[in-house]
């Protein structure tokens, strides 16, 4: 039972304009939200979080939206970066401060020089 | 400050036989996190340790152990291996969720290959 999902495995985009990721989730008991960025042969990173008490949050060219009753979540990246080509996972826990997280199954970004 | 450290990178065992990982965390945080990624499934938690206790559990069957020692150092074992377990095995520290410091720096992982 994949509880929180990315529906998109894959994703192109040209350098400089916006990359929109996207995340679902189907447990309403979920309460922290973040996206994790992860390179080959590297373990995942950590790069943006959002409480369900908020509905966006940016941290410089990275912005994440939460819309609670659509269970949706997006990773918004401007502008799209050649570095930013990587594997993007997003992932939900029951509250602050639980290492317990549930991840998604990961949207592998290309940008496109 | 040295960052999450797991050993071996890769290993290659054959089914039924027992393996054991290893993950030192980054100097000062006391809580380890294990997690399996496959193809198709993304990370799925396996269990957290915090000081030398186990603090939460996913849903994996009772093959999958783990431990945490004195100076935070964690190990994972994986018993009578099937060719399902085949996958990268990635360790995460945080400092102390209880402080505000719940980001988790993850590991390169452990590759495990099991033929």
């Known amino acids: 039972d994949q509880q929180v999902k990315q529906n998109s495995p894959s994703l192109s985009v040209q350098e400089g304009r916006i990359s929109i990721l996207n995340c679902d989730y189907t447990n309403s008991m979920f309460d922290y939200f973040l996206w994790y960025k992860k390179y080959p042969a590297e373990g995942p990173t950590f790069l943006i979080s959002?409480?369900?008490?908020?509905d966006k949050n940016e941290d410089g060219r990275f912005t994440v939206f939460l819309n609670k009753s659509a269970k949706h979540l997006s990773l918004h990246i401007v502008p799209s970066q050649p570095g930013d080509s990587a594997v993007y996972f997003c992932?939900?826990?029951?509250?602050?401060?639980?290492?317990?997280?549930?991840f998604g199954t990961g949207t592998r970004l290309t940008i496109i020089p | 400050k040295a960052g999450v450290t797991q050993t071996p990178r890769y290993l290659i065992k054959t089914r039924g036989q027992q393996v054991t990982l290893s993950c030192s965390p980054i100097s000062g945080h006391r809580s380890v996190s294990w997690y399996q990624q496959t193809p198709g499934q993304g990370l799925q938690f396996l269990f957290e340790y915090f000081s030398e206790t186990q603090r939460n559990k996913g849903n994996f069957p009772g093959r999958f152990s783990g431990r945490q020692f004195s100076n935070s150092r964690s190990e994972m074992n994986v018993s009578t291996l099937e060719l399902g377990d085949s996958a990268l095995y990635l360790c995460?520290?945080?400092?102390?969720?209880?402080?505000?410091?719940?980001?988790?720096?993850f590991g390169p992982g452990t590759r495990l290959t099991v033929l």
């Open positions: 995460a520290s945080s400092l102390d969720s209880n402080r505000g410091g719940y980001e988790q720096f």
């Open positions: 959002i409480s369900s008490i908020k």
């Open positions: 992932a939900a826990s029951k509250y602050f401060g639980n290492e317990k997280l549930t």
